[in-house]
């Protein structure tokens, strides 16, 4: 495929039957023979051939544990690893040793809170008084947050004696600002906020968070999984300090994620999962720890997820991260449209373009969203339905639960149109609308 | 599609016995943490009958058919008849599809019998009968003891 130098416009028919063709479990049918429709890539996406290559031949070539021992194997799988981690870190315009790897954006979102939490504790292998936390110190998030980026700050603060406090969102789910000095003040030492909603699709305008964060001096962590896999970002740009995302929602494998942090950021905070190569000496008493980012991977790494992913980010690249964000700008265009035709449905989202993400999640008048789910699902469409792991977020949103349909580069409008389709049954068989 | 039978939706609409009532042995609150189906029940028990099951369901329409389903099927009832009501929903409902339930023990709630090839969904029907068998054992009563039919 070629990257277009125009301006980005969505893929033709021609080049979605190309993108599709790499991805071999887009060709399954499901529920007796209905073709598979996958409207779920925000939970996770699709992979292509050349990331499970990319795995294959990691294994059939290269397997040796990575950084431990001096054979033919040994080097160039570290070569491989090493080299996965530098064109991770060029997606997302950081530099190679920037960036951790670990298992999932949990895992990442995790190191970050235990990082303040180490710290106030007297853990190791950091300088930082800026990851101190105690009493009188306050940890912000906002009402939007997936829990993998609540419940690690929720414990940091149990932990530590912090409080946590949140920006709320407003009624047409976006980020309410009007208190942002009030809720960010001088007691702030950490800002951690998801930069693309898995529900509310909402883009958070990350420079206004910032910008406030550093008048107080606080750090700010963003989480990126559901931005990095569909548009195109630039760690530089976004001046936060560190940013989490998955492997596995961007074309990767399962079981890989990563941690980008500023040098400096990454220097001072203390260690968090421990034991092999992540040393540089050790007596029976105590250890010194390697530079960043050895001193955060213990144990044997991810080495051919990280490679998988790698080929993910290539693959990406090559289709271009602008015509992606541009081809998922006009499904979710379609998507807002279709559910504006339906009066029986209640978008939970902002209902208009400006940034906005893929991920479009709606409610249909007493109908429960399992229920809305089951009938796609029997024609074969696969949605997300619950809270999605936001139950505060669809609590201020006044949905006990909604039905999410979420978009990729491999999505077509025929997608769309069958989810459509699909969805018109739900009034016969609940026997609403009118 | 065959999972929503009419009598799946008709519950679901109506449910019959709905709203918690006084007086009551015990409650309990259930949640179904994967979608927040919640059910709150309470059991009043008068020696070996079921003088009243009251109970309020939040949740999807195989969630509150089968709490509709159950009021109906065990109010009044004794405790033996219940604990051999409770076994036929559990075994046809765990089944995947084997058992199609007997309607002379199970009543309506035959219709629940589709619930059982979907494994994501089973849950939702399942819920109000955990929170009963919880429910019955804090009245000191273990619905799950072996009932010879
Ligand atoms: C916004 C957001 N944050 C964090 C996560 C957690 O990602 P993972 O489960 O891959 O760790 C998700 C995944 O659903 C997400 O959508």
Same mark, same amino acid.
């Given at each position: 495929?070629?990257?277009?130098?125009?301006?980005?416009?969505?893929?033709?028919?021609?080049?979605?039957?190309?993108?599709?063709?790499?991805?071999?479990?887009?060709?399954?049918?499901?529920?007796?023979?209905?073709?598979? &429709?996958?409207?779920? @890539?925000? =939970?996770?996406?699709?992979?292509?051939? *050349?990331?499970?290559?990319?795995?294959?031949?990691?294994?059939?070539?290269?397997?040796?544990?990575?950084?431990?021992?001096?054979?033919?194997?040994?080097?160039?799988?570290?070569?491989?690893?090493?080299? =996965?981690?530098?064109?991770?870190?060029?997606?997302?315009?950081?530099?190679?040793?920037?960036?951790?790897?670990?298992?999932?954006?949990?895992?990442?979102?995790?190191?970050?809170?235990?990082?303040? @939490?180490?710290?106030?504790?007297?853990?190791?292998?950091?300088?930082?008084?800026?990851?101190?936390?105690?009493?009188? !110190?306050?940890?912000?998030?906002?009402?939007?947050?997936?829990?993998?980026?609540?419940?690690?700050?929720?414990?940091?603060?149990?932990?530590?004696?912090?409080?946590?406090?949140?920006?709320?969102?407003?009624?047409?789910?976006?980020?309410?600002? @009007?208190?942002?000095?009030?809720? /960010?003040?001088?007691?702030?030492?950490?800002?951690?906020?998801?930069? *693309?909603?898995?529900?509310?699709?909402?883009?958070?305008?990350?420079?206004?968070?910032? *910008?406030?964060?550093?008048?107080?001096?606080?750090?700010?962590?963003?989480?990126?999984?559901?931005?990095?896999?569909?548009?195109?970002?630039?760690?530089?740009?976004?001046?936060?300090?560190?940013?989490?995302?998955?492997?596995?929602?961007?074309?990767?494998?399962?079981?890989?994620?990563?941690?980008?942090?500023?040098?400096?950021?990454?220097?001072?905070?203390?260690?968090?999962?421990?034991?092999? @190569?992540? /040393?540089?000496?050790?007596?029976?008493?105590?250890?010194?720890?390697?530079?960043?980012?050895?001193?955060?991977?213990?144990?044997?790494?991810?080495?051919?997820?990280? &490679?998988?992913?790698?080929?993910?980010?290539?693959?990406?690249?090559?289709?271009?991260?602008?015509?992606? *964000?541009?081809?998922?700008?006009?499904?979710?265009?379609?998507?807002?449209?279709?559910?504006?035709?339906?009066?029986?449905?209640?978008?939970?989202?902002?209902? !208009?373009?400006?940034?906005?993400?893929?991920?479009?999640?709606?409610?249909?008048?007493?109908?429960?969203?399992? !229920?809305?789910?089951?009938?796609?699902?029997?024609?074969?469409?696969? &949605?997300?339905?619950?809270?999605?792991?936001?139950?505060?977020?669809?609590?201020?949103?006044?949905?006990?639960?909604?039905?999410?349909?979420?978009?990729?580069?491999?999505?077509?409008?025929?997608?769309?149109?069958?989810?459509?389709?699909?969805?018109?049954? &739900?009034?016969?068989?609940?026997? /609403?609308?009118? | %599609?065959?999972?929503?039978?009419?009598?799946?939706?008709?519950?679901?609409?109506?449910?019959?016995? +709905?709203?918690?009532?006084?007086?009551?042995?015990?409650?309990?609150?259930?949640?179904?943490?994967?979608?927040?189906?919640?059910?709150?029940?309470?059991?009043?028990?008068?020696?070996?009958?079921?003088?009243?099951?009251?109970?309020?369901?939040?949740?999807?329409?195989?969630?509150?058919?089968?709490?509709? +389903?159950?009021?109906?099927?065990?109010?009044?009832?004794?405790?033996?008849?219940?604990?051999?009501?409770?076994?036929?929903?559990?075994? +046809?409902?765990?089944?995947?599809?084997?058992?199609?339930?007997?309607?002379?023990?199970?009543?309506?709630?035959?219709?629940?019998?589709?619930?059982?090839?979907?494994?994501?969904?089973?849950?939702?029907?399942?819920?109000?009968? +955990?929170?009963?068998?919880?429910? %019955?054992?804090?009245?000191?009563?273990?619905?799950?003891?072996?009932?010879?039919?």
């Amino acid at each position: 495929m070629s990257t277009t130098t125009t301006r980005a416009g969505a893929f033709s028919d021609q080049e979605l039957a190309r993108i599709r063709a790499d991805f071999p479990i887009l060709a399954r049918t499901v529920r007796d023979g209905h073709p598979l &429709v996958y409207l779920d @890539s925000g =939970a996770t996406s699709q992979k292509p051939y *050349a990331v499970l290559d990319a795995e294959r031949d990691w294994y059939t070539q290269v397997n040796a544990a990575p950084h431990r021992g001096a054979h033919a194997l040994s080097e160039e799988g570290t070569e491989a690893y090493e080299a =996965a981690r530098a064109t991770i870190a060029a997606f997302v315009g950081a530099g190679p040793q920037e960036i951790v790897f670990t298992k999932n954006a949990t895992e990442s979102l995790n190191l970050a809170a235990y990082a303040f @939490s180490n710290a106030s504790t007297g853990g190791g292998g950091g300088g930082g008084d800026r990851f101190r936390l105690g009493p009188g !110190d306050e940890v912000v998030v906002t009402e939007m947050e997936h829990h993998a980026n609540l419940i690690p700050w929720q414990e940091l603060c149990r932990r530590t004696g912090a409080t946590l406090r949140w920006l709320g969102v407003t009624d047409e789910g976006r980020l309410d600002l @009007s208190n942002l000095d009030s809720v /960010i003040t001088e007691r702030t030492r950490v800002v951690s906020v998801v930069h *693309a909603s898995n529900v509310l699709g909402t883009i958070n305008p990350v420079a206004t968070i910032v *910008a406030r964060a550093r008048s107080v001096g606080a750090l700010v962590v963003l989480d990126a999984c559901q931005s990095v896999p569909h548009l195109a970002v630039d760690v530089a740009d976004l001046g936060v300090d560190l940013l989490a995302f998955s492997g596995h929602k961007m074309l990767g494998p399962m079981g890989v994620g990563v941690l980008w942090g500023r040098p400096e950021v990454l220097d001072a905070m203390p260690v968090f999962l421990t034991g092999g @190569s992540m /040393i540089e000496t050790v007596t029976m008493e105590r250890a010194t720890y390697a530079p960043v980012p050895q001193k955060f991977e213990a144990g044997v790494p991810n080495a051919a997820q990280a &490679v998988g992913l790698a080929a993910a980010c290539d693959y990406l690249t090559e289709l271009g991260m602008d015509r992606v *964000a541009a081809h998922e700008h006009a499904l979710t265009e379609l998507l807002l449209a279709g559910l504006r035709e339906r009066p029986w449905t209640r978008l939970v989202g902002p209902d !208009d373009l400006l940034d906005r993400g893929g991920a479009v999640s709606f409610v249909v008048d007493e109908v429960h969203a399992h !229920d809305v789910g089951q009938i796609l699902d029997d024609q074969g469409v696969a &949605v997300r339905v619950g809270h999605h792991c936001a139950w505060p977020l669809h609590r201020r949103m006044r949905a006990m639960a909604t039905t999410r349909v979420s978009v990729a580069a491999y999505t077509t409008p025929a997608d769309i149109a069958a989810f459509f389709t699909a969805l018109d049954r &739900v009034p016969t068989v609940f026997g /609403i609308g009118g | %599609m065959d999972l929503y039978q009419q009598l799946i939706i008709d519950h679901s609409k109506r449910p019959h016995r +709905m709203g918690l009532r006084d007086p009551f042995d015990a409650e309990v609150h259930h949640v179904n943490p994967t979608c927040g189906d919640e059910i709150t029940l309470r059991v009043d028990v008068d020696g070996d009958v079921v003088r009243d099951l009251s109970y309020d369901s939040l949740g999807c329409s195989i969630s509150v058919a089968s709490a509709s +389903m159950l009021a109906e099927l065990l109010t009044g009832e004794d405790v033996g008849h219940a604990r051999t009501v409770y076994a036929a929903i559990r075994h +046809m409902l765990t089944s995947k599809g084997g058992d199609p339930g007997d309607e002379d023990v199970i009543g309506d709630a035959v219709a629940l019998s589709g619930v059982a090839r979907y494994p994501a969904r089973v849950k939702c029907a399942l819920l109000s009968w +955990m929170a009963l068998a919880d429910a %019955m054992a804090q009245s000191g009563i273990d619905l799950t003891e072996e009932t010879h039919v």
